[in-house]
T-cell receptor
C-alpha cells in the first residue's frame, strides 16, 4: 500500500531533550515536507526537501532540523524542544512537483512539558 | 503572499441534506487545489485534486469546483451521512518551481446530525 509512515504517533517529552520524528514513504517521491498544525493557525510548513541532500526552510523552521540522506526518509529533529513546539506534526510527499497531489502521514502528536 | 480562507469554521446539517463547503484564495495563480478531510486525531485524507486548468472534479458523492478568476473553490457533498462528519481542509499549490508547498485554510468542521 502506498503510504507515508510517521513514528511515533504520540510523544510526550521534556524541555531540552533531543528527539527525532521519523517519516518514510514507499512511493519513490522526490519531494517531502514537514508541517505543523496548531489551532487557529492551520498547517504551516517547517522544512521541505526537493530530493536527496536537498533541503530548505519553510515558513516556521526555527528550532527544527531535517536531513535527507535517502530518498524514502525525511526525519524531523528537535535538538532542544520547547513547550511552544507542542503541536501536531505531519509529513507529506509528492511526485513530479505535486502535479498529482500530496500524500500525508497520519501525524505525530508532540507534547513538550 | 497566498492566503486561504474557509468559511464557516463550523457547520451542522441534518443527515441526508446536500451541502457546500467554501474555500477562497487571494492569489489566482495557483497550480492546483486539493481538498482533504481530517478526522479527530488522525491524518489528512485526500479527497479531490483539481488542476488549475480544470473546472471541477467528482468522486462519488463529492464534487469540487474551481473558479480561478474569482479565487474560489467549493466542495459539494450530496446526501450527507454521519460518516461525513470531519474537518475539511482545502490547500492550494502556487507554483511548479521552487518551494512546492501547500497553503492551507484553517478548515470547516462539519457535523452531520443523524
Amino acid at each position: 500500500e502506498a503510504q507515508v509512515t510517521q513514528n511515533p504517533r504520540y510523544l510526550i517529552t521534556v524541555t531540552g531533550k533531543k528527539l527525532t520524528v521519523t517519516c518514510s514513504q514507499n512511493m519513490n517521491h522526490e519531494y517531502m515536507s514537514w508541517y505543523r498544525q496548531d489551532p487557529g493557525l492551520g498547517l504551516r510548513q517547517i522544512y521541505y526537501s526537493m530530493n536527496v541532500e536537498v533541503t530548505d526552510k519553510g515558513d516556521v523552521p526555527e528550532g527544527y532540523k531535517v536531513s535527507r540522506k535517502e530518498k524514502r526518509n525525511f526525519p524531523l529533529i528537535l535538538e532542544s524542544p520547547s513547550p511552544n513546539q507542542t503541536s501536531l506534526y505531519f509529513c507529506a510527499s509528492s511526485f513530479n512537483r505535486g502535479r498529482y497531489g500530496y500524500t500525508f502521514g497520519s501525524g505525530t502528536r508532540l507534547t513538550v512539558v | 503572499k497566498q492566503e486561504v480562507t474557509q468559511i464557516p469554521a463550523a457547520l451542522s446539517v441534518p443527515e441526508g441534506e446536500n451541502l457546500v463547503l467554501n474555500c477562497s484564495f487571494t492569489d489566482s495563480a495557483i497550480y492546483n487545489l486539493q481538498w482533504f478531510r481530517q478526522d479527530p486525531g488522525k491524518g489528512l485524507t485526500s479527497l479531490l485534486l483539481i488542476q488549475s486548468s480544470q473546472r471541477e472534479q467528482t468522486s462519488g458523492r463529492l464534487n469540487a469546483s474551481l473558479d480561478k478568476s474569482s479565487g474560489r473553490s467549493t466542495l459539494y457533498i450530496a446526501a450527507s451521512q454521519p460518516g461525513d462528519s470531519a474537518t475539511y481542509l482545502c490547500a492550494v499549490k502556487v507554483s511548479n518551481f521552487g518551494n512546492e508547498k501547500l497553503t492551507f485554510g484553517t478548515g470547516t468542521r462539519l457535523t452531520i446530525i443523524p
